[in-house]
């Protein structure tokens, strides 16, 4: 059965102040890593996929990457409205049908002014 | 450009009565279509998913049902809704093959009472 597990649960930073948010996985065969922002209460906002160790990707602030057993994601100089839930999602090869993903719990970033 | 729909965005219903929550896609063809429900404190657990008109495969024993009854509608049903069907229902959808990421609809946040 695949496993996400994400740390920290919450995350409060001051706006400027950099940090990570960890994602680490167990997964029968990864074909591949997710992350989502998620506003509250609308649906989740797709960011990166990751497909293999040692692969990263960036998007404005953020940037993504993945080993065999984590992802993290990379906060660099936020500003308040980085001020979301992040979700981390991976999808393995569980063997027929449209395979779900399967999300960790999530972190909750605030990012104070 | 692909969008997905997703109504009503709020609902609140009594114990014992009847749900029913509609999902549309447009601008693509044989969607792989999700439910997923998001509880309070919980993560995004897969209800339910779909890979064409009539198919439908359940993830988890419940209250609930789905029916795929045209191409890009996705319907989430119950015939007497509990207390504990209460959460934020999210609909996704995906290109065929299932290894992209999900595009998720807005949500409806359902409140029994």
């Known amino acids: 059965e695949d496993q996400v597990t994400q740390s920290p649960e919450a995350l409060r930073l001051q706006e400027g102040e950099s940090s990570s948010l960890n994602c680490s996985y167990t997964v029968s065969g990864l074909r591949g890593l997710f992350w989502y922002r998620q506003d509250p209460g609308k649906g989740p906002e797709f960011l990166f996929t990751l497909y293999s160790a040692g692969e990263e990707k960036e998007k404005e602030r953020l940037k993504a990457t993945l080993t065999k057993k984590e992802s993290f994601l990379h906060i660099t100089a936020p500003k308040p409205e980085d001020s979301a839930t992040y979700l981390c999602a991976v999808q393995g090869y569980s063997g027929g049908g449209a395979d779900g993903l399967t999300f960790g719990k999530g972190t909750h970033l605030i990012i104070q002014p | 450009s692909q969008t997905i729909h997703q109504w009503p965005a709020t609902l609140v219903q009594p114990v014992g009565s009847p749900l029913s929550l509609e999902c549309t896609v447009e601008?693509?063809?044989?969607?792989?279509l999700y439910w997923y429900r998001q509880a309070a404190g919980r993560g995004l657990q897969l209800l339910f998913y779909?890979?064409?008109?009539?198919?439908i495969s359940s993830e988890v024993p419940q209250n609930l049902s789905a029916s795929r009854p045209q191409d890009r509608q996705f319907i989430l049903s119950s015939k007497k809704l509990l207390l504990s069907d209460s959460g934020f229902y999210l609909c996704?959808?995906?290109?065929?093959?299932?290894?992209?990421?999900?595009?998720f609809g807005s949500g409806t946040r359902l409140t029994v009472v």
């Open positions: 601008g693509t063809s044989n969607p792989n």
């Open positions: 779909s890979v064409g008109i009539g198919q």
């Open positions: 996704a959808w995906s290109p065929p093959g299932g290894y992209y990421g999900y595009t």
